[in-house]
């Protein structure tokens, strides 16, 4: 059922966060001991999550780090999750010190810690909204004070997509977003799928179904579908490990990390 | 010991071995992918390489210092992100295999070529291994206290994250809470069995009772007798969870044991999986709002004045009637209005007309209403009595009866005594033969026969009379059409001198070439033209078509034969006659003594200054003047010599007595020779019309009559038979 804006969320301890399971993946310790229990069950079953999700990390590393090298200073990163490590505006501001970053997330707790860890930074701001209802993102005031949306952006949504069902629309939501942005914006995009291991996905769906945020996994030909009046910059959509890797990387098996990745630019 | 191994087999000294660079080529790649780090592979190389060599630069250094850079070089692994234990293993893997040759220190400007110098006596395996060790506590340390820090930070967010929810749920409850106390509308909720839980204050104030009372109840107590079985037949598929609302409008007892009326909703509340589990009820009071309705909807549907049903009350009546009629039923109509109510207005004022009307209204009702009808107000002073379910018209003939004597009751207005009368139109049919507007449309003709017989009266429909009456209505309204194209002809009839027979004149007669009717006499529409003002332009029609047929049978000569066209009585009193005769002598030709006039007695009688004006003129230009038919109407003589005039036609019903010479009747001969004698005295020519017999001529002849007309001597014709009216006889 649709909740009005002004009726608040409830904040369930009692329940993994999709947010901090995926802190715990990057060896990090902002989780709680529910999040952990869940986080280990999954690894048992599927050993290589830590790797996939350190190579999802990676990939939003090396895409912040291209767009930046190509001139882009404002950044969107919706369904950011908990930003410790590796986190975007760290990344962008490296190239450019006045890179400017907002923070979205569905996650009340991760939304907390982002304000946190951010604090006074006048270059961030943390939004408490859902992809889900894109024009809530796009109209919020603080993503209006700190990006200028009539010119180049880069959204980024990673690893997030693949928690949005179907019937919530997440193509319409993609959608409505692209058609609010500059030409010269860009899309920065991964998402699980069930090509690489549909022997694993099964269970790992399973385990999802406990958070708040269930797992939708997509083809390749779906994901492309993301990318919708966009043009993809090279390499594609391609494996996690293989969109403009570091050059001693070596990525063995990149099927494994069961993640497409890619980067779009709006004309 | 590499690098003395690459010196022995190299003689190039240029090329110098690098056991740092090496070590940290083997660290980068043990501690690959253990850890996620957010920096790319060169940079972890060169992160590890600057920590190689602060470990390189510390091994000689005395133990308290060398312990606390192994610890720093911990501290700064985990700093980088290595939080995995994986990542210190693999650290201590490699760096416990064996410290680099000396020299690798060079990062501290010393010379890097032998090495083979140990700048300390003991042994430096043990030196080595030590500040590895202090590496991995300094990794424990640190690692440890991230881990506390980021528990620390995460129950911090959480706890914000808590205390915001909670914070706007007190400020969504404060809001739901306002919204509730403060509603005006009534708000009740209830579980699915039926008990109140709670209601708003709006809710108490509706129905008086205190929140104590509600909660004591159960929503079925709140039942009204006045309930439709739907209410709670909808409330039952409610509760069931079949329907998700329902909204109609509701009675409730309040307190005081008045009832109110109220636009209710009720919805299902269900949980968040879809199980239902309260009932939700919106009440308004709608009381006020449903009296205004009823009163707009009475107000819609009856008249203000009198307070009966209006027009369109009574027709929704009427064809309600029809539609619902068996086959073979019968239904009639009293049309009632009042005479001379116009009069009463303008003489005893509106307010005066208006309460009459109330008075006759009340009459009415008083008649009908044990009869089980009811009367409607069509519209200013027209009543209606609609009488279903009739078996023949002397019903509705009793009851018109009885509805003409108690309006001619006097009334008593304003203490004066007011006496009116009514005219009523009758019609009774079977309901198969007519449709609502027909029958209406014959009692108003009915209603308009009873006026023009008389009045104070009613008349019963005839449907020979309503024909005739459609028929002349019909050709009322195409005779503006016959006038403008060519079906209106003008035939002529001879008036002979009865002393040689010769001509004395024509009488211009008008014919109607009906396409579907035939050719129609002047009796057939004059009438009609007269009741319509047509006759005004037709008689200038004919009068133009008689004086241009004049001029081509006797041209333009002061003397001879004239040609004699009849006036009707309202031409007379047209301001524009004079000039319509000046224009059709003159576009014609014709000379004014050729042209006669025939006007009615009852045109002239009493005739007023301005038709004796007229008269003068007409006679001041020459024209000759007849009075028509002389004899049959209320024949003053005064006027005969009082008016210009120049011939009397004597009415035909004079000859009846002269058929024959010798059955002749004596008084009929005195009386026609009288009045031509005095005809002669006034010096005025006398025409007998309606001549049919030899014997007739003869008598005329005898008594000295100047002229004749009639079958006998020439039926009216065609302008074409010109030829044989020239002849005399």
């Known amino acids: 059922m649709h909740r009005p804006s002004w009726v608040p969320a409830e904040v369930d301890l009692s329940r993994p966060s999709a947010a901090r399971v995926y802190d715990y993946y990057l060896g990090g310790s902002h989780n709680l001991e529910v999040d952990r229990r869940m986080a280990r069950e999954a690894i048992s079953l599927w050993p290589d999550l830590p790797a996939i999700m350190q190579a999802n990390r990676a990939f939003l590393r090396r895409a912040v780090r291209y767009l930046a090298g190509r001139g882009i200073t404002q950044f969107l990163d919706i369904g950011s999750g908990i930003p410790t490590v590796g986190n975007v505006h760290e990344a962008a501001q490296q190239a450019h010190p006045g890179a400017r970053v907002v923070y979205v997330d569905s996650d009340p707790v991760a939304v907390a810690h982002s304000r946190a860890i951010l604090g006074g930074d006048e270059q961030t701001a943390v939004v408490h909204a859902d992809l889900r209802e894109a024009e809530t993102v796009l109209e919020d005031p603080a993503v209006r004070a700190t990006l200028d949306l009539d010119q180049p952006i880069a959204v980024l949504v990673v690893a997030v997509l693949h928690f949005v069902s179907e019937e919530d629309d997440p193509f319409g939501a993609v959608a409505r977003i692209r058609d609010r942005l500059a030409p010269g914006s860009h899309l920065v995009l991964s998402h699980a799928s069930d090509e690489g291991r549909p022997d694993a996905a099964a269970s790992h769906r399973e385990l999802y179904s406990r958070t708040p945020t269930p797992m939708t996994m997509r083809s390749r030909d779906e994901i492309a579908r993301f990318f919708d009046g966009f043009e993809l910059v090279d390499p594609g959509l391609v494996w996690l490990p293989l969109w403009r890797p570091d050059a001693s990387d070596a990525a063995q098996h990149p099927e494994r990390t069961t993640g497409f990745a890619g980067v779009g630019r709006r004309g | ?729």
């Not at chain 2, 020299?103 to 030590?130: F, I, K």
């Not at chain 2, 709670?198 to 309930?227: C, K, T, W, Y």
């Not at chain 2, 003489?347 to 009869?371: F, I, K, M, N, Y």
């Open chain 2, 1 to 729: 010991m590499a690098g003395r191994r690459d010196g022995g087999d190299r003689a190039d000294a240029a090329v110098q071995p690098d056991p740092v660079g090496a070590l940290t080529a083997r660290w980068a790649a043990a501690v690959a992918g253990t850890s996620y780090v957010p920096l790319p592979p060169d940079e972890v190389a060169e992160l590890l390489r600057g920590l190689l060599h602060r470990l390189l630069a510390a091994v000689d250094e005395p133990p308290l210092r060398q312990a606390s850079v192994g610890k720093q070089v911990g501290a700064a692994l985990v700093d980088a992100h290595f939080t995995n234990p994986q990542s210190l293993s693999q650290t201590l893997c490699v760096l416990l295999d064996g410290r680099p040759a000396a020299g690798a220190a060079g990062g501290r400007g010393e010379p890097s070529g032998g090495g083979e110098v140990l700048p300390d006596p003991a042994p430096p395996d043990r030196r080595w291994n030590a500040l590895v060790a202090t590496v991995a506590e300094g990794f424990s340390a640190a690692l440890q206290e991230r881990a506390l820090c980021e528990q620390e930070e995460i129950l911090a967010a959480a706890a914000a994250a808590r205390e915001q929810a909670s914070e706007a749920l007190h400020v969504s409850q404060e809001r739901f809470r306002a919204v509730f106390e403060g509603a005006t509308i009534g708000i009740g909720i209830g579980d699915l069995e039926g008990r109140i839980l709670d209601v708003n204050p709006a809710l108490m104030r509706l129905l008086g009772h205190p929140i104590e009372e509600f909660r004591r109840r159960s929503v079925q107590e709140f039942m009204h007798p006045a309930d439709v079985e739907h209410v709670w037949r909808l409330y039952g598929e409610l509760i069931r969870g079949e329907r998700d609302h329902f909204r109609l409008e509701k009675q409730f007892l309040k307190s005081d044991g008045e009832s109110v009326w109220t636009d209710l909703t009720v919805s299902l509340l269900r949980d968040g999986d879809g199980r239902p589990r309260y009932q939700l009820a919106l009440i308004h009071d709608v009381t006020t709002l449903r009296h205004l309705r009823r009163q707009l909807e009475f107000e819609a549907q009856h008249d203000a004045l009198t307070g009966l049903p209006n027009r369109r009350t009574f027709l929704a009546h009427l064809d309600a009637v029809f539609g619902q009629a068996s086959p073979g039923a019968r239904a009639g109509l009293c049309y009632l209005d009042l005479d001379g109510f116009k009069a009463v207005n303008d003489t005893l004022g509106h307010e005066v007309g208006d309460q009459l009307l109330v008075a006759v209204a009340q009459r009415l009702v008083s008649v009908v209403r044990d009869r089980g009808l009811s009367v409607a107000r069509l519209g200013g002073d027209e009543f209606v009595v609609l009488v279903p379910g009739t078996s023949d018209s002397g019903q509705l003939v009793a009851l018109a009866e009885e509805v003409l004597a108690a309006v001619a009751q006097p009334v008593q207005l304003g203490g004066r005594r007011v006496e009116i009368t009514a005219s009523v139109g009758v019609v009774e049919r079977s309901i198969a033969d007519i449709d609502p507007a027909e029958l209406l449309r014959a009692a108003d003709m009915t209603l308009y026969w009873a006026k023009a017989d008389g009045r104070s009266q009613w008349a019963l429909f005839e449907p020979e009379r309503n024909a005739r009456e459609i028929t002349r209505y019909r050709l009322s309204s195409a005779l503006p059409a016959a006038l403008a194209g060519e079906d209106l002809r003008v035939h002529y009839q001879p008036l002979r001198r009865l002393a040689d027979g010769r001509l004395h004149g024509v009488e211009a007669l008008v014919r109607w070439e009906h396409p579907r009717m035939g050719l129609l006499g002047p009796g057939s529409f004059v009438g009609l033209a007269e009741e319509s003002g047509m006759i005004v332009p037709l008689g200038r029609h004919v009068l133009r078509a008689a004086c241009r047929q004049a001029f081509s049978w006797f041209g333009a000569g002061r003397s001879g034969p004239f040609v004699s066209v009849n006036l009707a009585t309202r031409q007379l009193r047209d301001e524009h006659l004079v000039d319509d005769v000046r224009i059709a002598l003159a576009d014609s030709g014709l000379h004014p003594q050729q042209l006669q006039l025939e006007i009615t007695e009852s045109a002239v009688i009493g005739t007023d200054p301005l038709t004796g004006h007229t008269l003068d003129a007409l006679a001041g230009m020459g024209v000759r003047l007849a009075i028509d038919d002389f004899g049959t109407g209320y024949s003053n003589l005064a006027y005969l010599r009082r008016l210009p005039l120049a011939e009397l036609k004597l009415d035909g019903s004079f000859l009846r007595g002269l058929r024959s010479v010798d059955a002749a009747d004596p008084v009929d001969v005195q009386l026609v020779g009288s009045i031509v004698s005095l005809a002669h005295l006034l010096g005025l020519t006398v025409t007998a019309e309606g001549v049919e017999t030899q014997a007739q001529v003869t008598i005329l002849r005898e008594l000295d009559c100047d002229a004749g007309q009639g079958t006998y001597l020439g039926r009216p014709a065609d302008p074409a038979d010109l030829g044989r009216l020239l002849d005399p006889v």
